[in-house]
């Protein structure tokens, strides 16, 4: 999926893989309408986040960038905070 995603974080993770954060989307995409599902979870690594100095945190509003399906989901490549 191309263009861009906005999301709230609702919860950080921790696994035997990494940290990740789980999301759901909280605007609408590119042309107006909902990309996904409104019940579908996006999750994305703390790796992925463009601001490693500071975390994201649990309400906090995230833009997310190549969203992709997988077996379990989706995942978003980028992270980044929506910032003024």
Same mark, same amino acid.
């Given at each position: 999926?191309?263009?861009?995603?906005?999301?709230?974080?609702?919860?950080?993770?921790s696994?035997?893989?990494?940290?990740?954060?789980?999301?759901?989307?909280?605007?609408?995409?590119?042309?107006?309408?909902?990309?996904?599902?409104?019940?579908?979870?996006?999750?994305? +690594?703390?790796?992925?986040? +463009?601001?490693?100095?500071?975390?994201?945190?649990?309400?906090?509003?995230?833009?997310?960038?190549?969203?992709?399906?997988?077996?379990?989901?989706?995942?978003?490549?980028?992270?980044?905070?929506?910032?003024?």
């Open positions: 999926m191309t263009g861009q995603i906005e999301a709230i974080v609702g919860k950080i993770c696994s035997e893989k990494g940290s990740f954060a789980v999301c759901h989307q909280c605007g609408t995409g590119e042309g107006g309408s909902y990309p996904l599902p409104l019940e579908e979870s996006i999750t994305f +690594s703390l790796e992925s986040w +463009s601001q490693r100095e500071c975390p994201p945190e649990v309400g906090q509003v995230v833009i997310l960038g190549e969203v992709r399906k997988f077996a379990r989901g989706w995942r978003a490549k980028l992270a980044r905070p929506v910032v003024l």
